[in-house]
Structure formats: structure tokens, C-alpha cells
T-cell receptor, first 113, second 111 residues
Framework: AQSVTQLDSQVPVFEEAPVELRCNYS??????LFWYVQYPNQGLQLLLK??????LVESINGFEAEFNKSQTSFHLRKPSVHISDTAEYFC???????????FGTGTRLQVFP | DTEVIQTPKHLVMGMTNKKSLKCEQH?????MYWYKQKAKKPPELMFV???????INESVPSRFSPECPNSSLLNLHLHALQPEDSALYLC??????????FGQGTRLTVV
């Protein structure tokens, strides 16, 4: 079965600094990869996704993630964070052809002024 | 309309009560999901319905009973819950798992 590892439970960073949230998944023939963001007391919002094609995917609010098959990673990056980026970030993976979306344990991004 | 609507937003129930959580989507998605999320934890899959039929039950206790009356609605019936069942219950829908849309959740407290 697929699994997802998010190595950092918390990432504190100052505003306008760059950030990387790490995600590794267990190997599989085909996977879809996702990053979701959850603000306090809210549901999950899809931030970006990798299905196929270009290994670098971008979101509309400046985040990007790179699919690295050899390292089975899908790290999330942003060159300059804002206070409003403070939230919980979940990496998720699905096996092609299944209905299961498997989440990592989450990374709490805390942006300080 | 890309919204998944969950009602109620908050629910407090006693251990002998029977209550239901409701979820609605009008995106024509063929799959609907229930997830349970405890504080500071990731969502855990409970049930998946595909084309209105239960396709996945992740060994959830029978005090949780899902129901899919039609392609737009998903219910979760609750009976004889325990305090440890207190959590945020999230509903989601997806056409082909390429993008899953989540509702805002129901915050359930069992007293």
C-alpha cells in the first residue's frame, strides 16, 4: 500500500523568507501526488497536483512542487512566504486506479513577521 | 459550482443519541468520501462511495453508518458514539481522483 512521509511536523519561518516542505512517498508504478492546505477550523483546499508530464507544477499563489521519481519526493517550495501562508500543509498520494487518497502527517507552516 | 456543502458545521451529541451528518455536491462527481480528522492529525479515510455504491469501508465501527441516497448526497448516521469519536468529519467528492473537493467539515463533540 502507498504511504506518505512528511519529515517536518513544524516549519517556522520569517515573512519573505523562502521555505521548503518535504514529502516522500513509497514507490509505485503510477501515482498522482497532491499538496493540500488547511487553515484553522476549515476543510482542505487543493494547492497543486502532479498527474503526469512536466515534473514542476505551480499554484496560483506562488507555491511550486517538483516531482522527483528517482528520489520518490514531491517537495513544496515558495520563494517568499507571507503571514497568510500560515496553515497546515498535507502531502497526499493516490495509486492510479484506486479511490484512496493517502495523506502524510502534515507540516505546520508558521510564518512570523 | 465547485462547492461541497456539509451540515451541520458543529454538532454536540450524547452517547445515547442518534444524529446524522449531511454532505451535498452538485458537480456531478461519481465518488464521495467520508474522512475523520482528529486534532493535529491527517484525515483518515472512512468510506468511499462510487456511483452511489459503497466501494470502500476502512473497517469503521458499525456505530457509523454511511448512506448515499443519490449521486449528490451523502449521509453519515451516528449512533451510540464514544467520546473518542469526537473529531472533524470531512466529506469530499471527486470525479476521478484527479482533484478531490473537500467540504468545510462538521466539528463533532460526543459528551
Amino acid at each position: 500500500a502507498q504511504s506518505v512521509t512528511q519529515l517536518d511536523s513544524q516549519v517556522p519561518v520569517f515573512e519573505e523568507a523562502p521555505v521548503e516542505l518535504r514529502c516522500n512517498y513509497s514507490s509505485s508504478v503510477s501515482v498522482y501526488l497532491f499538496w493540500y492546505v488547511q487553515y484553522p477550523n476549515q476543510g482542505l483546499q487543493l494547492l497543486l497536483k502532479y498527474l503526469s508530464g512536466s515534473t514542476l507544477v505551480e499554484s496560483i499563489n506562488g507555491f511550486e512542487a517538483e516531482f522527483n521519481k528517482s528520489q520518490t519526493s514531491f517537495h513544496l517550495r515558495k520563494p517568499s512566504v507571507h503571514i497568510s501562508d500560515t496553515a497546515e500543509y498535507f502531502c497526499a498520494v493516490s495509486d492510479y486506479g484506486t479511490d484512496k487518497l493517502i495523506f502524510g502527517t502534515g507540516t505546520r507552516l508558521q510564518v512570523f513577521p | 459550482d465547485t462547492e461541497v456543502i456539509q451540515t451541520p458545521k458543529h454538532l454536540v451529541m450524547g452517547m445515547t443519541n442518534k444524529k446524522s451528518l449531511k454532505c451535498e455536491q452538485h458537480m456531478g462527481h461519481r465518488a464521495m468520501y467520508w474522512y475523520k480528522q482528529k486534532a493535529k492529525k491527517p484525515p483518515e479515510l472512512m468510506f468511499v462511495y462510487s456511483y452511489e455504491k459503497l466501494s470502500i469501508n476502512e473497517s469503521v465501527p458499525s456505530r457509523f453508518s454511511p448512506e448515499c441516497p443519490n449521486s449528490s448526497l451523502l449521509n453519515l448516521h451516528l449512533h451510540a458514539l464514544q467520546p473518542e469519536d469526537s473529531a472533524l468529519y470531512l466529506c469530499a467528492s471527486s470525479q476521478d481522483l484527479i482533484e478531490a473537493f473537500f467540504g468545510q467539515g462538521t466539528r463533532l463533540t460526543v459528551v
